[in-house]
């Protein structure tokens, strides 16, 4: 079984408020069917199961762009988002947190009875997924929340994540069935992340005889597993940093929506009207439909397209979020009209702003363009979980070096 990575989150209080977590299952829904439009359904399962790419997907929709609440916002955004119209995208949500996780089976076999899929088969694997993470690999971190993600041709991807009290952290763990070829004979990846000490590993071959009452497993060598693995750490601290971001991908993101000769180009060709706020955010997303593996290394970057709740980097821009969503929405409905034409203009979108990153070269300041951002939020709807943001006294800010 090949585990597509992990990722080490610090533990953040709270809830999502109505007015995002609303927003967050319309651009969910819009940003899965673009890619079940242009890619297939596979490649939903490929995404989700890639820490890095959830990370940004999460911080795309307005969450706190570090936090351990990512995991159960974003999942429960996508199943409010998909599961409604699972007939017609061939994908569907299972589980949940707690109580909701253990509904996974019988959700799983309703599923299975109504496309023939193998029900049983599924359920197995569901368990097996929070077997050896709960239980053969116990590394301090206790699951909490699995989410089970299946296509209509059986396909699925688990999403799951556990929390340790003693370091206030949590751990996500992503799962892909697209290399499964048995639970008995593919290797475990190894888990990477902070020292736990000794842990009980039933994976580990030398355990051979505790293996059989769960499953047995095979090691690989650690370079191996290493290169296989994806592991993503997040820090502590609440603001979004310069270590987090890559301030020439997002200098290209604000070339393409501020530099005067740049947005002319893109009213022209890509999206006229669209104003270079909502273009910006317009931007971001175009790349978590159609950006390679490669370009998810900084998740942190997709907080500058809607912000987080909690105020970092910036408030939630509702106004742009809107548009945001409303464009995207659009494009969906042409494309269903005008196959030809798809998600054509989102994705030159995404080609324009990598040509000015690989050609210009900008450098963005990140203290000027989350200054901006904070001075300017209020035009924009800004909002958090204390409510609306008022305006500040403004000064004109220079976004690059």
Not at 131 to 153: A, P, W
Not at 177 to 203: K, M
Request: glycine content about 8%.
């Amino acid at each position: 079984m090949k585990k597509s990575g992990t990722a080490d989150l610090p533990l953040h209080g709270g809830r999502v408020p109505r007015w995002l977590s609303q927003r967050m299952t319309h651009m969910g829904r819009a940003i899965v069917c673009a890619i079940v439009e242009e890619y297939g359904q596979s490649q939903v399962l490929t995404r989700l199961s890639d820490p890095f790419w959830f990370q940004a997907l999460g911080c795309v929709l307005g969450m706190d762009w570090h936090s351990s609440g990512i995991t159960t916002s974003v999942m429960g955004a996508l199943k409010g988002a998909i599961n409604p119209i699972a007939k017609d995208l061939g994908l569907y949500v299972c589980g949940g947190r707690g109580k909701y996780s253990r509904k996974t089976p019988q959700e799983l076999q309703d599923y299975s009875d109504t496309k023939g899929l193998n029900g049983v088969e599924l359920v197995r694997a569901s368990k097996l997924s929070a077997k050896v993470d709960n239980t053969c690999i116990q590394d301090g971190f206790n699951l909490y929340l699995h989410s089970f993600v299946v296509s209509d041709k059986g396909e699925w991807a688990v999403i799951q994540q556990g929390m340790n009290n003693q370091t206030s952290t949590a751990r996500r763990y992503h799962w892909h069935s697209a290399s499964v070829r048995s639970f008995v004979s593919d290797p475990h990846t190894s888990i990477i992340g902070p020292n736990q000490g000794t842990i009980v590993n039933l994976s580990d071959k030398r355990a051979k005889e505790n293996q059989q009452g769960i499953v047995e497993f095979l090691t690989q060598k650690p370079d191996t597993q290493l290169r296989e693995l994806r592991h993503l750490v997040m820090g502590k601290e609440h603001q979004v940093s310069e270590a987090y971001v890559n301030s020439k991908r997002l200098g290209a993101v604000l070339v393409t929506a501020y530099e005067k000769q740049c947005s002319q180009f893109v009213d022209a060709l890509l999206l006229p009207g669209v104003g270079p706020r909502t273009l910006q955010s317009l931007a971001l997303v175009s790349e978590v439909i159609y950006g390679a593996p490669s370009r998810f290394d900084d998740p942190a970057r997709f907080s500058f397209a809607h912000g987080g709740k909690d105020g970092y980097p910036f408030p939630v821009p509702t106004k742009v979020y809107d548009e945001s969503i409303a464009l995207l929405s659009q494009a969906l409905n042409r494309a269903k009209v005008d196959r030809s034409e798809k998600m054509r203009s989102f994705q030159k979108l995404h080609k324009f702003t990598t040509a000015i990153e690989d050609t210009l070269k900008p450098v963005a300041n990140m203290k000027r363009v989350i200054e901006r951002e904070q001075q300017q939020s209020h035009k924009y709807g800004g909002m958090t979980i204390h409510g609306p943001v008022k305006p500040p006294e403004a000064r004109q800010l220079d976004l690059f070096d």
